[in-house]
């Protein structure tokens, strides 16, 4: 593997590390860590690589580990930029022959997102996005149950995502991830619903298998001077006829990261928290509700083959996060023994879900700007 | 008090007996306890009233306990009949120079509910309407921290109401709630919001203090064979600027009594919740969270003076009730001393509340069925 | 109904009122509200009763009201004076013809105890003990489940009751509460054993129908300048051979009334506390937790007999109380009528249930003084 | 780092990898995964070790590896075997000449544990104990909390660790796990207390900086066929006088893995439960109780540097391991580079821990046997 981003001062880059090394599978060989060439040497020494692999720019890396033996030179990418940076790293990557597995979301709009879908057709390489909460156990099993049809037609879904992180001008003060996110030249048409709301999009799909069709969207600026939405409410409708609320926010005092999503069927409830990822509430029509949780029992095999300890050993996003690379890492492992990988038959995020994101987020920005009540999502 | 509907199977007549007599300012000394002769004698002697205090019709009960010596007759009337009848008994007892408690919603429609206001304001009545949760201590606690500016400029208010008890067409096995709360003859135009979309709406503006000023709403009927909602979001945008999510469903099966809300400033946060409704959290920006308990450490006086028990003793629906009669009794003993009241002094909520939630449901049912985006409510 | 104590100062007696006219079955008409005649008188006042009917000292009332005639005169006398009292007030009751309810502890020590149990058996009057905790829907529940073996055998109790109101001294300020539970002459033996840790023996003898045959207990005096037990721990042994834990402390900062209660099982386990009163988790072997609520699904007949409102409307302390009186009123309407009333077939707590709370606070104080690990519970 | 145990069906082999790679600061190079050879060929191939680095024994491996250059050959030796082989491995890795990091507890008995601190002492070698539940960065808070004197004077600790994994025999059925833990041979004298019960002293004399003195015990077996205890109870006396109650079982249905701890001192609380390990409750005199989060505001500095995400992103079990050897690895940074090593200055659990916690067990295990009330924990 080796790791365009990430560097430093850039907390998501040392999570998806431990993710990825997290079961053997997968190692860092090379990087291009920052934007600043002197600081991307840094932070190659702090991860021990020789100094050779470090590079200054992912142009560099692509053109320089392109040339090493096959059977020393990276096997795929990994993209830990900030969001303007996926783009034109992806395309870069694919072009220079490399897999790529990057962090949503994938790319600052939509014109991008459609090109890189065509340039991954076109390459035959294989693409994972990192929609982490995909790989928690919990949310397995909330699909499996939905697909088993434990909860009847789906009729209604809530989700949300506060955090409090941007309650204040934090960008004012330099901090990094707040300058980036907060201005659309980097974080591309919005902050809160790009970054939070996005992931509420991606499980109420997930875990229920439907789509979200309309939307009818109210979006704040909450804080003085900026640009993008800080927070922001949406009515879903799905092509069920379900219905939905979505809100997330990056001002709500005292949210850390509380993502959680309902679904409520015509038979049953399910419940999630981010708070407590390895709890699964389910309720059944007239019967008490049950407490399901990582390793217990009850749980389906597809909650299962994702948990690495045994019940009420805590595990938590860096366990998420890395069961998304340990199904790419198979991928990964038939495409460099020369087989055709049919990337259906994986179970990680894929172009066309960084795709629907992007349709998502569009819309409803657009939803937000709008008069008209209902906003159809493009498919 | 004299009472008006509250009979044998109405379980709603018994908790308000309970919260009415539980100071010992209030006795029940007649009633009207059905539409039905025959049952409201049998509930009269349920509860010990002499038989002839038990009324066949509230009209016979008005009309004779009129005749009565004026320190041997009820002093007011309580009303916890279906929806429809609110109105017309409520016209009838201030014709017959009677006070009025009144179970919520207060009529079933507009009109009536503005022909009350009228009539209120020409016989100079006392007229309460029984908003329950408005007396839960920690409800006043938190209309409390933000009257005191402890959440500072408010941006955010999300607010629910989810049960699951009309998940199945229960009204078609003739359960009597359930018949009469989806049928709009004795319901009003709303089934799920105007039964629990209002008690969301009453909680947002009295602890914000705003009004509610535009909704924009999505009402569902999941159950075939209805013809009312029994489901539906609503985006709020209040006169402050601030904005909001509310919804409420009758079908989220898991989902007992889950009202709840959480109201967000730029200088904190407070987050209710009736299934445990003696906590208050309350987050200050950057700091860590308080857990503020009913009658605990660190509450205010407002909460304290609607507190019966020591912290912990868990304290419930029949207190926070109780709480809303003890003040109308405050109102009703200075009126029995034959003084001027002045309502505005007393703490319950009067007919002016009961508008502000017909308003309110009503525009959510004409916002739903309309093609435009916002609707605004009516003063 | 008469009261011995709970004048002003009192917040037990208010609270005994609101539970025993809950149900409108029983009515307050005379006391004797305090020690001082004059507070007595202004308590009556303040309860609106006649004046020829509030009493200076209790055997004034006892004398006085058994020369009414008997269909005016008081039914029983309820005791809600500090323990010391409780007595002599009791066994004056029963000689002057009254049956008998009493808060808990029944008495201040065992011979009280026992010259009680002799005087009931001798004057054939009822006497209810108001182990509050015992009315609760989710106790009942849990000791169905126990009786009907879906928890097998069982294993293990592990109870516990910390409160921290005592942490400072209290006692020193002239708090009234304090200054009596903290003194032997009012209290009796033990303070924190006697007022928190007999709630935890009563509940784990009535629930899991067993009985504590031995203990072995470490007693602690934490605030200086106290003569009782402020904080204390036990080892339980059963006489089907099962274990437990049981602790209780008054110095606890931060808990306000966390009583609870776990019971293990070879076939389940069951949860209990009194911070959630309405929850009783059940988790049996191999299966998902269960979460029963008061009035909801799954729950059986004798939770729901002793619940007033649906499911998710927080029931609480005073509705757990009025239960006990609800069931005493029952054996009460029958002796009125003159029956004989076998006091076996009324689910109240009654003077075993009391002396059973003696002996055991009683060799706890022991146990803990001694060298000898275990010390026998008495029958 | 080379491997002693932890092959294919032993899960906390896989636990440990996770954590020591964590980091980015250790390798894994070399093992003897198994007791079988085969098998241990087989986990080395999983690993994707080199063929001539996955040693038959143990003895091999250190014999072997010794021979290696400096630079190549492992720097410390894992050992996560059963137990009985903690004594052993150790002993002839320090003979050897390699540092040592070795899985709870220590050894077998108090012998050999008292062996292998001369033998450290001896050899100048590094000895880690991966007491995992030290490196939870909210247990760090709460030892600093303590330390700063937020609490005051220590006054109670009630610390317990319930799990129902051997709630039958499930050591009839093979299981490895349950098979080697119930058996005295590979476990040593106790199997809950050893298992369980030392995790509890551990984080209550790790908090409190205390040492437990004196222990009144009751062990039991609950599953016929068994010989060591599989439930046990533990009144607990400390040092400053504070008094304690310590429970665990093996047979608790329902718990997976609740270990917790409260602290209680005269001017504040503590409380920290595994199942929500990222939130510690702090409670002080006479304010709201505060909920400190991982990475959330107002945690110290202890807590902070043990901190791998942003708050609310759920660290757990792997990532309070990983603190554990992120330490240990800065000391073996020092000694590789020749350096000597003052190990009291790194925040590690060592061989002092080890034999306190065998101390305790022992203890606990003739308390349980004696009549005797109290028996001193030697020091």
């Known amino acids: 593997m080796g790791m365009v981003g990430g560097g430093r001062d850039a907390f998501i880059g040392a999570v998806h590390r431990m993710a990825a090394q997290m079961d053997g599978q997968i190692e860092l060989v090379c990087g291009a860590f920052s934007s600043t060439p002197q600081k991307s040497k840094l932070s190659g020494k702090d991860l021990l690589l020789p100094p050779e692999r470090v590079y200054g720019t992912y142009r560099d890396m692509i053109r320089k580990e392109g040339r090493l033996p096959e059977d020393e030179r990276m096997d795929f990418i990994l993209i830990v930029t900030p969001n303007n940076m996926h783009y034109p790293v992806t395309m870069a990557a694919l072009d220079g022959g490399f897999h790529v597995i990057c962090d949503r979301p994938m790319t600052v709009n939509l014109d991008e997102a459609q090109n890189l879908e065509r340039k991954i057709k076109m390459t035959g390489k294989l693409f994972c996005l990192t929609q982490t909460y995909t790989g928690f156990p919990m949310i397995r099993e909330a ?12 009729r209604r879904v809530v989700t949300e995502y506060p955090q409090g992180w941007l309650a204040e001008r934090l960008e004012a003060s330099g901090q990094k991830q707040a300058s980036w996110r907060t201005d659309a030249r980097f974080a ?21 298998g439907l789509r979200i069709t ?21 009515l ?3 092509d069920n006829g379900a219905r939905g609320v979505l ?8 949210s850390e990261n509380s993502l959680s999503i309902r679904v409520y069927g015509d038979k049953g409830t399910i419940e999630w928290k981010l708070e407590d990822p390895n709890t699964l509430l389910l309720s059944l029509l ?22 690495r300890l045994p019940a009420g050993y805590s595990e938590g996003y860096v366990e998420g996060l890395a069961n ?6 198979k991928a990964m492992a038939k495409a460099i023994d020369g087989k055709v990988v049919d990337e259906s038959k994986f179970d990680y995020p894929k172009v066309r879900d960084g795709i629907r994101g992007m349709f998502f987020v569009d819309t409803v920005v657009k939803s937000s700007a709008s008069e008209s009540k209902w906003l159809a999502v493009p498919e």
């Open 324 to 329: 998304i690379y340990a199904e790419f890492a």
């Open 286 to 307: 007239n019967k008490p509700t049950e407490v399901r949780h990582t390793g217990g029992p009850g749980v389906g095999k597809a909650a299962k083959s994702a948990t």
């Open 247 to 254: 809100w997330a926010s990056q001002v709500a005092i005292g």
């Open 214 to 234: 309309e939307v009818c969207a109210d979006l704040n600026i909450c804080v003085n001077g900026r640009t993008l939405d800080d927070d922001g409410s949406v």
């Open 236 to 238: 879903l409708r799905f």
């Open 143 to 154: 699909r499996n149950l939905v697909a088993k049809g434990k909860l009847g037609t789906i």
């Open 188 to 208: 591309g048409v919005s902050c809160c619903i790009g970054d939070n709301g996005s992931h509420c999009h991606n499980l109420a799909e997930f875990i229920t």
